[in-house]
C-alpha cells in the first residue's frame, strides 16, 4: 500500500498566518492526491483534488501544489474557521490511503 | 442537492457483526463511487473501501479484507456495509462518500454512523 507521511503532525498559528502543511508519498503518485480538512464531530470537507484544483465552494485562500511525491497545502491568511485537522488521500491506486493528519491550532 | 444519509448509532458485543447503510440522493446512484471511511475516537481518517454501483465491483482496504462487505442496491440507492467479528477496536465513526468517476477525492460525505462495540 502507498503510505502518505504528513508533516508536521500539529503545529500552532495566529489568525492571518500563512501555513503550509506537506505530504510525503512513498511512491511516485503523479497528481492522483485530495486534501480534507476535519472538523470534530463533522464529516470530512473535500479542499483540493488532482493536488492543485480546488474544489467548488472552497475559499481561495487555501491552495495545493506538487506532483509525484510531494505536495504541499498552503492556507494564504489563517482564518478562525481554518483551525482543523488536514488530511491528504491519494487515489492513484487501491488501497487508498490518508495521512495520519495536522493539527492546526491556535497560539 | 446531494445528500447522503446514514443509518443510526449501533452497539454491538466484540465478535459480532453490524450492517449500516448509506441512502443517496440527489445525483444518479450508479455515476459515482461509494466509498467507506472509518475514524476511530481521536484518531485519523482510515479508508474501509468502496463499491461502484454501476457493476458491483468492490475494493477494499487491507486491514479490513475478509472481514468488510460492501453492497450496493440500485433499487433503492443504497449502499451498505457489513463488518464482522467486530473487535473494540472497530469502535469508530463509519461515514460513506461519493466519488466522481471523472475527478478524485470525496466530494459528498454522509453525517456517519458510530459503531460502538462493548461487552
Known amino acids: 500500500a502507498i503510505r502518505l507521511t504528513q508533516s508536521p503532525s500539529s503545529f500552532s498559528a495566529s489568525t492571518g498566518d500563512r501555513v503550509t502543511i506537506t505530504c510525503r508519498a512513498s511512491q511516485d503518485i503523479s497528481h492522483y492526491l485530495a486534501w480534507y480538512q476535519g472538523k470534530p464531530g463533522k464529516a470530512p470537507k473535500l479542499l483540493i483534488y488532482d493536488a492543485s484544483t480546488l474544489q467548488s465552494g472552497v475559499p481561495p485562500r487555501f491552495s495545493g501544489g506538487g506532483y509525484g511525491t510531494d505536495f504541499t497545502l498552503t492556507i494564504s491568511r489563517l482564518q478562525s474557521e481554518d483551525y482543523a485537522t488536514y488530511y491528504c488521500q491519494q487515489y492513484y491506486d487501491y488501497p487508498r490511503t490518508f495521512g495520519q493528519g495536522t493539527k492546526v491550532e491556535i497560539k | 442537492e446531494v445528500q447522503l444519509i446514514q443509518s443510526g448509532a449501533e452497539v454491538r458485543k466484540p465478535g459480532a457483526s453490524v450492517k449500516i447503510s448509506c441512502k443517496v440522493s440527489?445525483?444518479?446512484?450508479?455515476?459515482?463511487?461509494l466509498h467507506w471511511v472509518k475514524q476511530g475516537p481521536g484518531r485519523g481518517l482510515e479508508w474501509v473501501g468502496r463499491?461502484?454501483?454501476?457493476?458491483?465491483?468492490?475494493k477494499y482496504g487491507e486491514k479490513f479484507q475478509g472481514r468488510v462487505t460492501i453492497t450496493a442496491d440500485t433499487s433503492t440507492d443504497t449502499s451498505y456495509m457489513e463488518l464482522s467479528s467486530l473487535t473494540s477496536e472497530d469502535t469508530a465513526l463509519y461515514y460513506c462518500?461519493?466519488?466522481?468517476?471523472?475527478?478524485?477525492?470525496?466530494?459528498?460525505w454522509g453525517q456517519g454512523t458510530l459503531v460502538t462495540v462493548s461487552s
Open positions: 440527489g445525483y444518479t446512484f450508479t455515476d459515482y463511487y
Open positions: 462518500a461519493t466519488e466522481e468517476y471523472s475527478k478524485g477525492g470525496c466530494s459528498f
Open positions: 463499491v461502484d454501483p454501476e457493476d458491483a465491483e468492490t
